[in-house]
């Protein structure tokens, strides 16, 4: 395939397969890379590249990988080392669209940690296309869910094969498929769109919820209205405040369609579905409009250190947990992109900031989750304390019933996180916001150390995670000054707990006071 430097419109979907972990710290071995070059106008492929991988330890090539995808040991014996293809992967992926099947949690971190494996920077996205996110969002889970191999079925396009170029291809046509009934359904949409396939889960979980008892915390729901009553006032409901062109997706997701059939979309508000560009950048742009409510609003570039005192400007408007009266707690809507809507919580109609002092770090930094380009998301959870618990599980209950009300099937995760067993061990986890700035991720987060009375601003360096991990640990004691975030996505929702600053109990005297507070 030949690929040339500059010409970059194409859309690249590309699949890799790789070796399957057996055991806790095992990473993952490319296997395989395949992809394919997309007009986005005429969605037409007009080149493909693909190649087997060995890897530098064929011992990794399991049982269990070959049961996944069919690679052994033996076909990729005489195949190239991912360093003799680097140059080949990097041309055909750096500066263009990716696009492919739920790339965010697994291909974009696996070519990272590939180019990481050879000490090489990794090629960089103009734009990101998960069509697991896409499809979720515009198609609902009409095949049942969302995997690759059940929207192939669902279309009649045979069987997954789990092999990089074949895969991409499916997915290819899975799209094209996906568009045309859509564009289809937006022709005739108090036609088709009736007949439409909603998932059975969606209805039984709103009718399990949707009389949640929130009295007890100053908080009712009126059913009837379709209102939110929060400490004695209301305001319009989600369903209400939805426009005809707000939510494109309004069919699939509907409990009743008959019930709100003013809700039914006009075929003149609908985005068309065959733009993959315009696609691109409603998913693209809705991440990183998420990104950067997270960032505050001055992030310090010095690399001198400072000493400040609890009082520090910026943050006197964070209160804590048990000084937080329920009944000034609101959540409304907030338009966020082309119909995507996103929950705001405030406390006195003003941004919900909470302090909560001496938090014990239960498990430190995490990487699990990822960003729009496959970066790796920053946190650590703590232990939550009975004031902190029950704030967050009333915010928890509204956000949750609005989501629910605005359509969403996602499934929502609590914000506390109760273990079988450990009812009476309740934790929270808390992100770190990290901005970009050229191939480095920074977090953006204050983080301080106190010791005695003085309490001094860390200034890093190179912003290396290792930084972190030494820093916070499982034990340590922390401050913790945070704002109140919602989620919906890849049928995943729920609320979420951004770090604005932190500071860490370094000297005994500070862990002893936390502990008798």
């Known amino acids: 395939m030949m690929v040339t430097g500059e010409d970059r419109s194409e859309i690249v979907f590309f699949d890799v397969e790789t070796t399957i972990p057996t055991r806790t710290g095992q990473k993952y071995a490319l296997l395989e890379f395949g992809a394919i070059l997309v007009c986005p106008r005429k969605l037409v492929e007009q080149h493909s590249y693909s190649t087997l991988v060995r890897p530098s330890d064929l011992s990794l090539i399991s049982t269990l990988s070959v049961r996944c995808n069919g690679i052994t040991r033996d076909a990729v014996t ?13 041309d055909v992926l750096h500066g263009r669209i990716w696009a492919g099947h ?3 949690k697994f291909d974009c971190p696996r070519i990272r940690e590939a180019f990481a494996g050879i000490n090489r920077p990794a090629p960089e996205p103009k734009g990101t296309i998960d069509t697991l996110t896409l499809l979720t969002e515009r198609f609902g889970r009409r095949a049942g869910n969302m995997k690759m191999a059940s929207l192939a079925t669902y279309f009649g396009l045979g069987e997954q094969t789990h092999r990089s170029l074949d895969d991409v291809r499916m997915n290819f046509e899975v799209l094209k498929h996906c568009a045309t009934v859509l564009f289809l359904e937006s022709s005739l949409p108090d036609i088709l769109t009736n007949n439409s396939w909603v998932s059975p889960n969606a209805a039984v979980r709103s009718r399990a919820n ?3 008892n929130l009295e007890g915390m100053g908080l009712s729901i009126d059913t009837p209205s379709s209102s939110v009553k929060i400490g004695g006032s209301s305001m319009k409901s989600v369903a209400e405040a939805y426009t005809e062109s707000d939510n494109p997706i309004r069919p699939h997701v509907s409990r009743n369609v008959e019930e709100v059939p003013d809700l039914v979309e006009t075929n003149s508000s609908r985005p068309d579905p065959f733009n993959l560009v315009q696609f691109s950048a409603e998913v693209r742009e809705s991440i990183q409009l998420d990104a950067m409510e997270e960032e505050p609003a001055s992030y ?9 005192t609890e009082g520090y400007i910026g943050f006197t408007d964070f209160v804590e947990p048990n000084k937080i009266s329920i009944s000034s707690i609101s959540l409304s809507l907030s338009p966020l992109h082309r ?8 406390h006195n109609n003003a941004e919900l900031q909470v302090r909560s002092k001496c938090l014990k770090v239960r498990f430190g930094i995490s990487t699990m989750f990822v960003d729009y380009a496959g970066r790796p998301r920053l946190s650590f959870v703590v232990d939550a304390s009975s004031e902190l618990c029950q704030l967050l599980d009333a ?6 019933k609005l989501t629910e009300d605005s359509g969403s099937i996602s499934e929502w995760r609590p914000v506390v ?11 929270v986890r808390l992100n770190l916001p990290t901005v970009v700035d050229g191939n480095i991720s920074r977090w953006v987060t204050e983080i301080y150390q106190k010791e005695s009375s003085a309490t001094q601003k860390l200034m890093f360096s190179r912003f290396d995670v290792g930084e972190l991990d030494s820093l916070i640990t499982p034990g340590t004691l922390l401050d913790v000054y945070f704002s109140v975030d919602s989620y919906d996505y890849q049928q995943i929702a729920g609320i979420r707990l951004v770090a604005k600053k932190l500071i860490v109990h370094s000297s005994l005297i500070d862990k002893a006071t936390c502990r008798l507070t």
Do not use: E, H, W, Y
Not at 84 to 90: E, N, P, S, T
């Open 300 to 308: 310090a570039r010095d690399s001198s250190a400072s000493i400040a």
């Open 417 to 427: 996180n109760r273990k079988p067993g450990f009812m009476n061990c309740p934790t």
């Open 210 to 212: 949707g009389n949640t």
């Open 78 to 90: 005489s195949a190239p080392s991912f360093a003799d293809i680097a140059d080949k992967v990097f």
């Open 395 to 400: 915010i928890d209950n509204l956000a949750q």
């Open 339 to 346: 119909g995507m809507q996103k929950i705001q919580i405030l």
């Open 102 to 104: 739920n790339i965010l």
